[in-house]
């Protein structure tokens, strides 16, 4: 981690700490969040829009948009990593693993606003792109970005969590985020506001 000279340590959150375990507990309500949504959203989508479309090649247009949820953790990843790249112009820390992954910048201290702009831009952006496919694609092409719109949503739950510790730290402090911990840091001679 970047030491950060004249500033002190005044919150972190660790999402990955066994004992608070906050990680699981955001995957599992997105998992749930995410096959729920998908499975009436389906439904609906083809019970409204699409009734008399064969249901076998909408079978395989379900199966398309599930295996577009697959690689959508490591593209959701690659976003945060493009915002951080535009904030401050300096080159991010991507880990990839199995059906896992998380972008850091362990070197690169954020203000609150910048640190907003990251942890929130993949939310955005996936939205702002995949809203529009979901509404002027024909209706049984629907679930291709319908699926990972879920997961966008839902998937952005653990970012929308570190953005409100963040923002509840006073006015002048500075972040640092190492991918699944993030640390606020106030300089040593400023009173907490």
Not at 31 to 44: F, H, K, Q, Y
Not at 120 to 142: D, G, K, M, N, R
């Amino acid at each position: 981690m970047k030491k950060v000279y004249d500033y002190k340590a005044i919150q972190r959150l660790d999402l990955s700490d066994p004992k608070f375990k906050m990680l699981n507990k955001l995957n599992i309500f997105a998992l749930i969040s995410i096959t729920a949504s998908c499975v009436v959203g389906i439904i609906l989508n083809y019970c409204l829009r699409i009734l008399g479309f064969p249901g076998g090649m909408y079978f395989v247009y379900i199966l398309c948009g599930a295996a577009l949820c697959l690689i959508y953790p490591y593209v959701h990843e690659f976003a945060h990593a493009f915002a951080i790249i535009i904030s401050s112009f300096k080159k991010p820390y991507i880990k990839y693993g199995k059906f896992a992954a998380y972008c850091g910048s362990p070197n690169i201290i954020f203000t609150k606003a910048q640190y907003f702009f990251v942890a929130s831009f993949p939310f955005v952006f996936y939205c702002a792109l995949l809203i529009p496919l979901c509404v002027l694609l024909p209706a049984e092409f629907f679930v291709l970005p319908f699926m990972p719109l879920m997961y966008n949503v839902f998937g952005s739950v653990a970012d929308f969590f570190m953005i409100r510790h963040v923002l509840s730290a006073p006015k002048r402090g500075v972040v640092v985020d190492c991918g699944t911990d993030v640390v606020v840091y106030l300089p040593l001679n400023i009173n907490r506001d």
